[in-house]
């Protein structure tokens, strides 16, 4: 079956003001549907066709070598904007609780320590892509990508992840940067970036801690 974009959970303006309106309809149905229609249309007639995004980045060998950098771009920014519409709620913000909160607490003393290492890392990304904190298999860590790399090129399971490519918020906060990745935390959904902590212990086979 053919990928599709994921209608969002919530209303275009929803996360206003902290992500405008008109960057939601451009990101979502213009952005994220290009990376759609070019993986799905590179796809096709290979053996990596109907398969699921997940399979399909871990198994880019088997496709044509001309096939392979297209596909990893562009279901890259599948999986990375699927994930993203997710965490992002109207009713975000504040801190995560419970074993997530432990977590972090435990490997960076405080969640606005994690808060820090996070925008340094969307800051420092030269160009565009990608700031995540993910579940490595032995517990968090915080790094960037370039471009759409996903987390799952290095076997990790994002738990978070903020797109800095400029299309991301550059209608309202231009080249600011540092000011939209601090905004953003207002609007983190903790209940399904929790849930995806979760889920990560059980993919990887391992304690969530």
């Known amino acids: 079956m053919a990928y599709e974009v994921p209608s969002l959970p919530y209303d275009y303006g929803a996360l206003e003001p902290h992500i405008d309106e008109q960057t939601m309809h451009l990101h979502h149905d213009k952005h994220h549907q290009a990376y759609v229609d070019n993986v799905n249309k590179a796809l096709e007639g290979t053996e990596l066709e109907g398969k699921p995004v997940e399979h399909v980045l871990t198994n880019l060998e088997v496709l044509p070598d001309a096939k392979q950098a297209v596909v990893k771009n562009n279901a890259g920014g599948h999986i990375n904007h699927s994930m993203f519409w997710e965490i992002m709620s109207p009713d975000g913000g504040g801190e995560p609780t419970g074993a997530l909160a432990d977590a972090i ?66 209608l309202k906060y231009q080249n600011r940067r540092p000011e939209y990745l601090e905004a953003w935390w207002n609007v983190v959904n903790w209940d399904a970036v929790s849930a995806r902590f979760d889920r990560a212990a059980e993919e990887l086979g391992r304690p969530a801690t």
């Open 105 to 170: 607490n435990d490997l960076w003393s405080s969640f606005d320590e994690l808060k820090k290492a996070v925008n340094e890392a969307g800051v420092k990304r030269f160009g565009s892509g990608w700031t995540w904190l993910v579940h490595d298999g032995t517990g968090l860590a915080v790094y960037s990508t370039a471009n759409q790399d996903a987390p799952i090129l290095n076997d990790d399971f994002p738990i978070l992840g903020n797109d800095v490519w400029e299309h991301a918020y550059y």
